[in-house]
């Protein structure tokens, strides 16, 4: 599902239950009270940094004043680590054949990193990026963050997915809705002050999700923002499976690091 026909053929699932994981049905949200809409949020651009344009962004975090990012592509999948200005430093993961590198998160020291279609997750000490183990996940992995107690994962569907940090066994299962139905696609995540943001792949939107009841409270329209950014690019060698996908929120100056896969810049914003 991340082709370009992926692209196009999620214009026309939104809000369809059509992955295997999918346990929820519409039915299930009570149609006798009026869902409010989100509200949009708007963004201001601190600074613009400059981005590997080979790496295909799959999850984005902060973690001890170094930006940790994994990519994915089968053969072209790593985990590597860029310090307060985002330039890489040496600690380099390269994930062998078949695994196709997808969301990463840390957690009580440790990097997680999702593998796409694989079911395994690999943990890595996040001081010296040595593997400690490896998990198994019976879905798609796409996603990852985590809040105090748990692991959050997407896959691709309108489920999060909360799971023990030690086995990757569920604890709960939130379907994420807005006004219309269940929001499908839910990408890279990021848990910020007790709501998840999540991209929606496909689409330059951004959503912020309530963790208890999985509605989508407010949105994130990031459509211009490679122009805003004045990124140095050409439209038409971008393909178009390189969409907006990586969130990472960084604590000190309370801002949000926004990239895409392959993009040339990472955006740092300040929400209004
Ligand atoms: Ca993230």
Redesign the pocket.
Known sequence: MKKYTAFIFSLFVFACNNTNDNSNNNDEINSNTAIAAPTNLNYTIQKVYTHDTSAYTQ???WYNNTLIEGTGLRGKSVLYQMDGQLKPLSKKIKLELPYFGE???VFDGKIYQLTWEEHAVFVYDATTFKKIKTLNWPYEGW???HNDTALIVSTGSNNLYFVNPSDFSIQKTLGVYNEYGYQNMLN????VDGKI?ANIYGQNLIVVIDPLTGRITNKIDCTNLLIQAKAKYNPLTIDAGFVLN????RKSTDTYFLTGKCWPVVVEVKLN
């Open positions: 999850g984005l975090e969301g990463i998160t996603g990852l963050t890279e995540l990021e848990y943001f990586g969130i990472a929120y």
